[in-house]
C-alpha cells in the first residue's frame, strides 16, 4: 500500500522550495491546470508515500492547531545534521511544541502555510 497526504496551500513556490531545499526531498510529480488545480507531489522515489500540494486562485484559510504536524525520523545521524544546517542556513527557526514529548524528542518549525514539521534524531541507527 502506498501513503499519500494531501495539503491546498496558498504558496506553492514556497511550499516546494521548503520541502525541497530544507528537508531534501525530490518533486516526483507535479501537474498545471487540472480542473483548475496546480500542484506537486513530493518525496523519495523508494519511499512508499508522499506529499501532494495543491492550490487554486482562491485564498486558503487553514484551521489546525499546534498538535498537526508531519514528523519526520532521518535515520543517520548525517542526515539529521544535514537538515539542521540547513533549517539555519536558510533561518529558518526553530519553535517550541505544544507537545512536550516533541521538544525532548525533536526539533519542530513551521513550514511556509505555518503547519508545524517536526524533525526528530531518535530512530538514527
Given at each position: 500500500?502506498?501513503?499519500?497526504?494531501a495539503r491546498h496551500i496558498n504558496?506553492?513556490?514556497?511550499?516546494?522550495?521548503?520541502?525541497?531545499?530544507?528537508?531534501?526531498?525530490?518533486?516526483?510529480?507535479?501537474?498545471?491546470?487540472?480542473?483548475?488545480?496546480?500542484?506537486?507531489?513530493?518525496?523519495?522515489?523508494?519511499?512508499?508515500?508522499?506529499?501532494?500540494?495543491?492550490?487554486?486562485h482562491e485564498n486558503i484559510d487553514?484551521?489546525?492547531?499546534?498538535?498537526?504536524?508531519?514528523?519526520?525520523?532521518?535515520?543517520?545521524?548525517?542526515?539529521?545534521?544535514?537538515?539542521?544546517?540547513?533549517?539555519?542556513?536558510?533561518?529558518?527557526?526553530?519553535?517550541?511544541?505544544?507537545?512536550?514529548?516533541?521538544?525532548?524528542?525533536?526539533?519542530?518549525?513551521?513550514?511556509?502555510?505555518?503547519?508545524?514539521?517536526?524533525?526528530?534524531?531518535?530512530?538514527?541507527?
Amino acid at each position: 500500500m502506498q501513503f499519500r497526504v494531501a495539503r491546498h496551500i496558498n504558496q506553492l513556490k514556497e511550499i516546494k522550495d521548503f520541502y525541497i531545499k530544507v528537508l531534501n526531498f525530490e518533486i516526483l510529480g507535479e501537474f498545471q491546470n487540472h480542473n483548475g488545480y496546480d500542484g506537486i507531489f513530493i518525496g523519495k522515489p523508494d519511499l512508499s508515500w508522499h506529499l501532494e500540494f495543491t492550490t487554486t486562485h482562491e485564498n486558503i484559510d487553514h484551521h489546525f492547531d499546534e498538535d498537526d504536524c508531519l514528523v519526520f525520523y532521518p535515520t543517520t545521524q548525517q542526515e539529521y545534521d544535514e537538515i539542521i544546517e540547513r533549517l539555519e542556513l536558510h533561518h529558518i527557526k526553530p519553535i517550541k511544541s505544544k507537545n512536550p514529548y516533541w521538544n525532548d524528542n525533536g526539533i519542530s518549525f513551521l513550514d511556509p502555510d505555518g503547519f508545524v514539521v517536526i524533525v526528530s534524531s531518535i530512530r538514527i541507527k
